[in-house]
T-cell receptor
Framework: RKEVEQDPGPFNVPEGATVAFNCTYS??????FFWYRQDCRKEPKLLMS???SGNEDGRFTAQLNRASQYISLLIRDSKLSDSATYLC??????????FGAGTTVTVRA | DAGVIQSPRHEVTEMGQEVTLRCKPI?????LFWYRQTMMRGLELLIY????????DSGMPEDRFSAKMPNASFSTLKIQPSEPRDSAVYFC??????????????FGEGSRLTVL
């Protein structure tokens, strides 16, 4: 079983729509959780950390459910510039980050 | 400030040839990671270093792969001999020890390898 699993999508949504997707992780002892964003043919970059109580960063909301071992990301009022692949990232120990394969989001005009 | 610098950006080679990928981490970062990304397998951790010492190389696919970090500002990933299934984008990333809790890895732009 993969450490981090994501629905690859793609999610095709119109501008202004809300889009949400999840990932699941296998290691219940994982300590920290993140979402990274990767644009086409570019390197991954940190989008936001995910905290136990849930957190927002502008139009982005992240949630963590430790009991069910899943993480979610919701994008409100989506923009064309939100088109990217979103990587779910889990830290199973102090040093290593495990990346999901990514969920592709395409926002259309 | 300069980010993580990788070279070459693109490499096309023939099966059996030696490939050397290079990475310069961000100055002051004491962790360096090599990842490989393919459509089929996503981002896979190959090896990481702490203070120039290899800590976990369990992701290195086989003996054809080797990595070194002779000093704090330089690392190489070598494939010898290369095979078509090694075709992928190889990312180098670094972080400072204190940023561990934020999870922020800083990635280079990647080296896109094609083995014919």
């Amino acid at each position: 079983r993969k450490e981090v699993e994501q629905d690859p999508g793609p999610f095709n949504v119109p501008e202004g729509a809300t889009v949400a997707f999840n990932c699941t992780y296998s290691n219940s002892a994982s300590q920290s959780f993140f979402w990274y964003r990767q644009d086409c043919r570019k390197e991954p970059k940190l989008l936001m950390s995910v905290y136990s109580s849930g957190n927002e960063d502008g139009r982005f909301t992240a949630q963590l459910n430790r009991a069910s071992q899943y993480i979610s990301l919701l994008i409100r009022d989506s923009k064309l510039s939100d088109s990217a692949t979103y990587l779910c990232v889990v830290r199973p120990n102090d040093y290593k980050l495990s990346f999901g394969a990514g969920t592709t989001v395409t926002v259309r005009a | 400030d300069a980010g993580v610098i990788q070279s070459p950006r693109h490499e096309v080679t023939e099966m059996g040839q030696e490939v050397t990928l290079r990475c310069k981490p961000i100055s002051g970062h004491d962790y360096l990671f090599w990842y490989r990304q393919t459509m089929m397998r996503g981002l896979e951790l190959l090896i990481y270093f702490n203070n120039n010492v290899p800590i976990d190389d369990s992701g290195m696919p086989e003996d054809r792969f080797s990595a070194k970090m002779p000093n704090a500002s330089f690392s190489t990933l070598k494939i010898q001999p290369s095979e078509p299934r090694d075709s992928a984008v190889y990312f180098c990333a670094s972080r400072a020890g204190t940023s561990g809790r934020t999870g922020e890895l800083f990635f280079g732009e990647g080296s896109r390898l094609t083995v014919l």
